[in-house]
């Protein structure tokens, strides 16, 4: 038997086991999140309670293209990027307050 180092093959394996768990527990359910809320920002109507990234609660007034216009208030309209919207508002948010 020689004392030798391992074949380079043997050599890869723990790289390829790390990627593969990086892969399964990071990459993977992000885009998933990713592709979801893609989804939600494209299939949104009016009405549609949403919140946006600096954690505005509105009401999808209007759409256009790449933007929306929430209703805020009463008499208040916010213009944001479709791209701002983070997800849509849970029946619990915001009820309590």
């Excluded at 038997?1 to 593969?20: K, T």
């Excluded at 954690?55 to 007034?61: A, D, I, R, S």
């Amino acid at each position: 038997m020689e004392g030798g180092a391992p074949g380079p093959l043997l050599q890869l394996v723990p790289f390829i086991a790390i990627f593969a768990i990086f892969y399964f527990l990071m990459i993977a359910p992000m885009r998933k999140r990713q592709k979801a809320l893609q989804s939600l920002v494209q299939n949104l109507k009016k009405g549609d309670a949403v919140i946006t990234q600096g954690g505005l609660y509105g009401e999808v007034f209007s759409l256009k293209d790449d933007s929306v216009v929430l209703k805020l208030g009463e008499n208040i309209k916010v213009r944001v990027a479709r791209s701002a919207i983070s997800g849509m508002q849970s029946d619990d948010d915001g009820a309590s307050k």
